[in-house]
């Protein structure tokens, strides 16, 4: 299935606070593009304008599947999870209370995965085995990376096409970072995922992405591949000294 994303030009924000400024961004099938820019910077919005959940002011959000084009900014949530784009939200917003099975069948939330269900919670354990054996624990017991693999493995329960993940690196130690960023690499090769990943965490984020955007105060001030980033003298100044 083909599948790509278009935003374009995007303005939005709450009330009197503008977030985004005329943001463009573009995912192709199959790739992973890292969203960068450090805490405030307009990440998350534009991630939530994609899921129906901020509607921008002006510009638009275009999915393009199989040579049908969706206006993700006219439709809602629901309706977006429906076409196959999922989000593991930044800060994870598990149900601490719920156990881990009752975590992931909050998951299938898409209609055509909640005919699936028993499919898509095999898919969710063998995506993250170290779940099963969880499954009847509470979800708010476990560690932080395990919370963050159950929140991946959640957002896997709809099915997804295109997977969002918001800043996966937040309140986890270095190894953890590291076996996550590498986990949504697998999950993304393995199930032919094609994903858009916000971080601050530049090192562990251009690991795995094909290209990136940088955002700062709501604007794109940088794209490129990984290489070209790398060697951005914004980048070297700002990243690269910081958040190693
Ligand atoms: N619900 C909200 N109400 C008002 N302002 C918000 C809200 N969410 C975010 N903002 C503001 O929008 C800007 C961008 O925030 P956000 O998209 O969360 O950035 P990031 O994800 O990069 O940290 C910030 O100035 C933030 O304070
Ligand atoms: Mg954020």
């Keep these: 299935m083909a599948i790509k994303l278009v935003i374009k030009d995007i303005n939005a924000g709450y009330g009197a606070v503008r977030a985004l400024h005329g943001v463009s961004l573009e995912i192709n099938q199959g790739k992973t ?7 405030g ?6 991630m939530k304008c994609v899921m129906g959940m901020v509607k921008p002011d002006s510009g638009s959000v275009l999915l393009e599947m199989d040579g049908e084009v969706h206006d993700l900014t006219q439709m809602s949530t629901e309706s977006i999870v429906n076409l196959g784009v999922s989000m593991v939200p930044e800060g994870r917003r598990l149900f601490p209370k719920l156990t881990v099975e009752e975590n992931l069948l ?4 898409r209609q055509q995965a ?6 898509n919670l095999e898919f969710s354990y063998e995506a993250f085995p170290l779940l099963v054996e969880r ?7 476990m560690s932080g990376g395990q919370q963050q693999m159950l ?3 959640r957002a896997l329960m ?9 800043e996966p690196s937040v309140g986890l130690s270095p190894l953890l970072v590291s076996h996550t960023i590498t986990k949504i690499k697998e999950l993304k090769e393995k199930y032919d995922l094609t994903v858009l990943m916000a971080e601050q965490n530049f090192n562990q984020a251009i690991r795995i992405a094909d290209y990136g955007y940088i955002i700062v105060h709501g604007e794109i ?3 490129g591949d990984v290489e070209s980033l790398k060697n951005n003298d914004m980048v070297k100044n700002f990243y690269l000294g910081v958040s190693a």
């Design 221 to 223: 001030v940088s794209q």
């Design 41 to 46: 910077n307009g990440k998350s919005t534009l």
């Design 135 to 141: 499954r009847r624990q509470l979800a708010g017991s």
């Design 151 to 153: 929140a991946i493995a």
């Design 158 to 166: 709809s099915s997804p096409k295109l997977l969002l993940v918001d």
């Design 114 to 119: 909640r005919g699936q269900i028993a499919t």
């Design 106 to 109: 909050l998951g299938a939330y």
């Design 33 to 39: 593009v890292a969203l960068l820019g450090t805490n």
